[in-house]
């Protein structure tokens, strides 16, 4: 897509007459590209990342971490059932009820928690998984439906150590808010590291938003995550949209599956809107073979 016709697609999004359900100032859309979804790639292999359905690079599944999501529990021998070291970004507090393993999906509701009284400050609930093992470069795969209500779908990466932490948004959309629909975000974060790793005292990030022609909420889509010592790479349905040369991704991370409120992205709780559901129907690792 030129770069005229981005502009003038980012006119007609933003003045197209849609009511803000958040008192916030939205900041100007800008696109870095529009993913071509045509090029979508069709599944014919469970065993290899969607991107390289022949293997050409000789990836092998790492079966003991990975999760389809069977059975009527949560595996918590590979996940922890809600984040131990974050509650959770108010007004939406982390609560173990809000997830679910269903029909062979891990799904994360809102406001499940009954009668249970939320810390101060938090209004409403959400529910997070956080993987138990660490992970240093691989292939990191999830089909996913996001929430069509105003909370973030997320599947990121993150380690937060006493002088080290580091994250990378493998898929961090908020398309249940009506401006988002088609805002393919992408986001690397360094905000801090020890001197042989950066030396990083003050956090920042690469923020890229790519126009995605299809509304992200109303159908499944695979997000991918290849990382290697030498670059980042994300895709969806198969297709590589950014390619990221790693500077700083050096740290053992943690994968996530959450919900939560944000600001920024206009996501904030509405109490007509909490139906929501973020269904995942399954978890896959790779690591390259020696």
């Known amino acids: 897509m030129n770069k005229k016709r981005l502009q003038n697609l980012c006119f007609v999004l933003l003045f197209s007459g849609v009511t803000w359900a958040q008192e916030l100032t939205i900041p100007p859309k800008k696109y870095v590209d529009s993913v071509q979804i045509e090029r979508a790639v069709n599944r014919n292999n469970d065993d290899f990342p969607l991107s390289d359905q022949q293997n050409l690079k000789h990836w092998k599944l790492l079966k003991e971490v990975s999760d389809e999501f069977k059975g009527s529990k949560l595996n918590e021998t590979i996940w922890f059932p809600n984040n131990p070291k974050w509650k959770g970004r108010p007004p939406t507090f982390f609560h173990g009820s809000n997830v679910k393993i269903e029909n ?24 997070f998984i956080k993987s138990k093992n ?23 990466m993150t380690n937060v150590d006493t002088d080290w932490w580091t994250e990378i948004d ?38 890229k938003k790519y126009y995605f022609p299809k509304e992200l909420q109303t159908d499944y889509h695979v997000w991918g995550l290849e990382w290697t010592e030498k670059y980042i790479r994300f895709y969806i349905d198969g297709i590589l949209f ?9 740290q053992p991370l943690e994968v996530n599956f959450n919900c939560e409120s944000n600001k920024w992205f206009g996501a904030l709780p509405d109490d007509n809107r909490l139906d929501g559901e973020f269904h995942v129907k399954y978890f896959r690792a790779w690591e390259l073979k020696k």
Not at 106 to 119: K, S, Y
Not at 172 to 195: M, Q, W
């Open 134 to 156: 660490k992970f240093l470069y691989g292939y990191f795969e999830a089909e996913c439906k996001l929430m069509d209500t105003p909370w973030v779908s997320g599947f990121w």
């Open 104 to 127: 062979d999906e891990l799904v994360i509701r809102v406001n499940q928690h009954g009668d249970a009284t939320l810390p101060d400050q938090f209004t409403h609930s959400t529910g």
């Open 242 to 250: 950014r390619e990221a040369v790693n500077t700083h991704w050096h």
């Open 170 to 207: 493998i898929c961090e959309n908020a398309p249940g808010v009506d401006y988002n629909r088609h805002d393919l975000n992408s986001n690397i974060h360094v905000f801090k590291s020890p001197k042989d790793k950066g030396d990083v005292k003050a956090h920042f990030s690469r923020t």
